[in-house]
């Protein structure tokens, strides 16, 4: 094989590959991956139970959704419980103010975490392992009555 023939099978792979390792590359990406388009669910108001625990079950699943994905509840004590109910790991953690989390949580697992919280506001949290696909949720402290 001789240099010029050489020159133009380089030339002609080199495209290839390139367009290749982009479709790879492009087809990794979870930016549009269908459990990214799921919508938010719930918007429920938590009763105080008994010895005034405000206590919710917040469901995860292979939608990487909270649901719900918001809940309100008045200062005081609040008792969440994180229920695994898809064959995907989560946890609950949030972010800002507060500092409370609820550990990785298996298929079929639940586990919970107790606090008080004395002020008014809204109180992100996510699902650290599935952040990026933007698994996340609100608790809203309504001031008391």
């Known amino acids: 094989m001789n240099q010029g023939s050489r020159a133009v099978r380089v030339a002609a792979v080199v495209p290839l590959t390139l367009a290749a390792l982009s479709l790879l ?6 930016r549009n991956a269908p459990q990214t388009d799921t919508p938010r669910t719930g918007n429920v108001t938590v009763t105080p139970g008994p010895g005034g625990v405000q206590a919710i079950t917040i469901h995860g699943d292979d939608d990487l959704r909270f649901h719900p994905s918001t809940f309100h509840v008045r200062p005081g004590t609040v008792k969440i419980t994180l229920h695994d109910s898809g064959a995907t790991p989560h946890e609950l953690a949030f972010t800002g103010k507060l500092r409370n989390q ?19 506001g809204r109180y992100p949290f996510i699902c650290g392992l599935h952040e990026r696909e933007n698994m996340t949720g609100t608790m809203i402290v309504d001031p008391a009555r």
């Open 25 to 30: 590359v492009a087809g990794c990406s979870n």
């Open 102 to 120: 609820i550990s990785i949580t298996m298929q079929g697992q639940s586990n919970s975490m107790e606090f008080t919280v004395r002020v008014p």
